[in-house]
């Protein structure tokens, strides 16, 4: 059984920066490519970033573009988000996500069978 847990969320000022991490245990992880998605209160769950398994494919969402990177530690099975000039707008609940793009696009939700439970992140203005 694949299990996602991810960490790092807190609350931070705008401007601020947060790092969160999502650690994958239960599957062979470098086997995975891996997603990032937030969902703010009111909303959909919505794309944020993805890596491939080898890293050498990244996306991000345009709201995020230039501030948020991606990256992973296949050694370590964990997945990474860096999350700098944070906006009050980036207020959400993050998910990790592990599955395959070529089941579909990087950016759909469709290619992500494994989710974890969420870590939220509140940033004030």
């Known amino acids: 059984q694949v299990q996602l847990v991810e960490s790092g969320g807190g609350l931070v000022q705008a401007g601020g920066s947060l790092s969160l991490s999502c650690v994958v245990s239960g599957g062979t992880f470098s086997s995975y490519d891996m997603g990032w998605f937030r969902q703010a209160p009111g909303k959909e769950r919505g794309f944020v970033a993805a890596i491939s398994r080898s890293a050498d494919r990244t996306y991000y969402a345009d709201s995020v573009k230039g501030r948020f990177t991606i990256s992973r530690d296949n050694a370590k099975k964990m997945v990474y988000v860096q999350m700098n000039s944070l906006k009050p707008e980036d207020t959400a609940v993050y998910y990790c996500?592990?599955?395959?793009?070529?089941?579909?696009?990087?950016?759909?939700?469709?290619?992500?069978?494994?989710w974890g439970q969420g870590t939220q992140v509140t940033v004030s203005s």
């Open positions: 996500a592990a599955g395959f793009f070529g089941v579909a696009a990087p950016q759909a939700m469709g290619s992500y069978p494994y």
